[in-house]
């Protein structure tokens, strides 16, 4: 089993149901995008450079979704959180619920124009 599937698959439920819902929905808006784990984490690049990551945090009880140029993006800067941060900018999911499959693919498709 690769690494970057490996952390997937071990993280507790509620957070791989998250990060599996938000793997199909990134690998069908970006079927060129590759899976690697860099950083402990598991990483999609796109065209050969870092696009976007996925992060369990268990101590704040979330999914980070954090794309690599966020601070760039334009749309839907109400669901973007940026803290701490200088580049990047994520969307979080506390549940599958929290998952908005529309605000998701827009984000997507401005990040790849950015990329």
Not at 16 to 38: H, M, Y
Not at 65 to 71: Q, V
């Amino acid at each position: 089993m690769k690494p970057a599937e490996e952390y997937i698959l071990n993280q507790p439920e509620l957070y791989r149901d998250i990060i599996l819902n938000l793997q199909v929905i990134i690998e069908k808006e970006l079927p060129d995008a590759v899976l690697l784990f860099k950083w402990k984490i598991p990483y999609y690049y796109l065209n050969d450079k870092p696009f976007c990551f996925l992060n369990a945090s268990h101590k704040g009880k979330y999914v980070d979704l954090a794309f690599n140029k966020g601070y760039q993006l334009q749309q839907h800067l109400e669901f973007l959180v940026g803290e701490k941060r200088n580049t990047f900018k994520s969307l979080r999911y506390f549940s599958i619920e929290d998952i908005n499959v529309t605000v998701l693919k827009e984000i997507i498709s401005e990040a790849k124009s950015l990329h």
